[in-house]
């Protein structure tokens, strides 16, 4: 066998470790709640609920919920939340001629957003597929589409807000996609609570949308830079969360918009706004504050390491990743406290928001042998 | 004032007094200093591992002081009293006892600086609805 080719290794090491994140996915079975209703003379227009798809989706589904709200024919609208849909659909409706304010208790930096790992999953855990039915494909199509144009937009832009980079997966076999067929021995579904039993019941729609994200390619030993003798390359598109974070907040404030810092506790005090048009993007809070028991906890969490601008890629492992980008390298350990790969499964139900370092640990753990010693580009 | 005129304004507020009307705001004792106790104790039972022994929050959990106040200062204590009962422990929602929600409140108000009185915090909805958080004075 020749010569592995050069890829500047990644220091996995602990001493790198500076945050851990954890954070609930908003997950409802039927999809994002887009619809639309009045409190009093207040028309509220829902844009909450995308499971692990908000940044993703979040131009598109902005695109949905400013176009509601304009049938109206406002000068004026009122956004409450400032993760990331909240903070996008303020900037979608300012782009739409309209004037701002968004209500919210933090900016986009404290929202459960910034503790995303980042990357672009437009279908991840974003409904089920037999609550959601088809017209929520066709209507997830138009939005990954169209979010995928405005984050082209953002590409070699200072700080690069979007970004991509080569991700690898590696194993011991040969890498196929794996699939998760109804297994007949769980005879709970996710009726009645919209409470997901088993992977199959989740929906995916990637495939609609393969013309323009980059597939993964077989490599040959020539090509493959790491240990084990089966790989593939692909191309991830991730966000930046900083460069990211002060474009949308530059862009919102030099067009006029107003940031209120407020909590809500009940969906009347919305009538009280001065704003008569409200476009309500408070995510997994919308279980308490719009009591929406629909909105199904699914946790998540993320270790950061250092930045390491010398090596730009990701590794996938067994469910074990890392991404390294500019604002640090994600690492990620999607397989239970046992060891076992419970795909969508992971973290349904489950709302600990604290995070936990020993499943990162031991991903770095797994992952560090993987790259050959020494290698420098 | 007179003396005459005194006399009467102090008979109405007797007076007004003695009807005992429910208080209106966090600030004029609506808790009692035992009810606090119990609640110091709920709270770090259930609560504190998220928020924090010295209930300063993280940069990812509010803080139930300080922000806290104005987070809520708009709202009536029957919801507060209510988000508890159905969001938190945000790990185990509706998992807490009405009377701990009342106590756990009168130590969150004792916390951030509100007088205790000599009527412990009901749990009844509509007792709790009569009453205002209010500001307070920073120590």
């Not at chain 1, 010569?3 to 945050?19: F, N, V, W």
């Not at chain 1, 066709?138 to 589409?145: G, N, Q």
């Amino acid at each position: 066998m020749g010569a592995k080719p050069l890829l500047t290794p990644m220091r996995l090491t602990l001493d790198q470790l500076i945050d851990v994140k954890c954070c609930i996915r908003p997950l409802r079975a039927a999809g994002p709640n887009l619809s639309t209703e009045t409190i009093g003379d207040t028309l509220v227009v829902h844009n909450y609920g995308h499971g692990g798809s908000g940044w993703s989706l979040s131009w598109g589904s902005a695109e949905v919920a400013v176009g509601k709200a304009m049938a109206t024919l406002p000068r004026e609208v009122a956004v409450i939340g400032c993760g990331i849909i909240g903070l996008t659909t303020a900037v979608v409706a300012q782009r739409a001629g309209l004037k701002v304010t968004i209500y919210a208790r933090e900016m986009i930096q404290r929202t459960r957003s910034y503790r995303a790992s980042g990357s672009f999953t437009p279908d991840s855990r974003v409904a089920l597929a037999e609550p959601a039915g088809a017209a929520f494909g066709d209507l997830w199509e138009k939005m990954a589409r169209l979010s995928w144009k405005s984050f082209r937009t953002y590409l070699g832009q200072p700080g690069n807000p979007v970004e991509f980079g080569d991700s690898w997966a590696v194993s011991e076999s040969p890498i196929t996609r794996r699939h998760w067929p109804a297994d007949p021995a769980i005879t709970e579904s996710w009726r009645p609570g919209g409470l997901p039993q088993q992977n199959s019941e989740f929906a995916h729609y990637n495939e609609r949308i393969k013309d323009i994200v980059p597939q993964p390619v077989d490599l040959s030993p020539e090509e493959n830079p790491f240990q084990l003798p089966y790989a593939q390359r692909s191309s991830q598109m991730y966000f930046n969360f900083a460069s990211y974070g002060h474009a949308l907040l530059t862009e919102f404030f030099e067009m006029g918009g107003r940031f209120v810092n407020r909590e809500f506790h009940e969906p009347g005090e919305l009538a009280g706004l001065p704003e008569k048009t409200v476009i309500h993007c408070t995510g997994y809070a919308a279980r308490d504050f719009w009591r929406d028991n629909t909105i199904i906890p699914v946790r998540g969490q993320t270790g950061w390491l250092v930045p390491q601008d010398e090596a730009h890629y990701a590794l996938r492992y067994r469910n074990l990743s890392v991404l390294s980008k500019r604002d640090g390298i994600v690492v990620m350990n999607n397989l239970d406290a046992s060891g076992h790969d419970l795909g969508e499964m992971l973290g349904v139900g489950d709302s600990m928001e604290l995070p936990d370092r020993a499943p990162i640990e031991e991903a770095l753990k797994t992952l560090q042998p993987l790259f050959v010693p020494g290698a420098r580009a | 004032m007179s003396a005459r005129l005194f006399l009467l304004a102090a008979v109405l507020v007797l007076a007004i007094a003695a009807v005992e009307p429910a208080p209106n705001g966090t600030a004029q004792g609506v808790y009692t200093a035992a009810q606090a106790d119990a609640g110091a104790q709920a709270y770090a039972a259930r609560c504190a591992v998220c928020h924090g022994a010295d209930l300063a929050g993280t940069w990812e959990i509010p803080a139930l002081k300080g922000r806290f106040i104005a987070n809520w200062g708009r709202a009536r204590l029957s919801q507060l009293h209510d988000y508890m009962g159905h969001a938190m422990p945000q790990f185990a929602p509706g998992t807490l006892d009405p009377q701990d929600d009342s106590a756990i409140i009168a130590f969150l108000l004792r916390e951030n600086g509100a007088p205790a009185g000599a009527t412990p915090l009901p749990i009844d909805k509509a007792a709790l609805a009569r009453i205002s958080i209010d500001p307070v004075v920073p120590r």
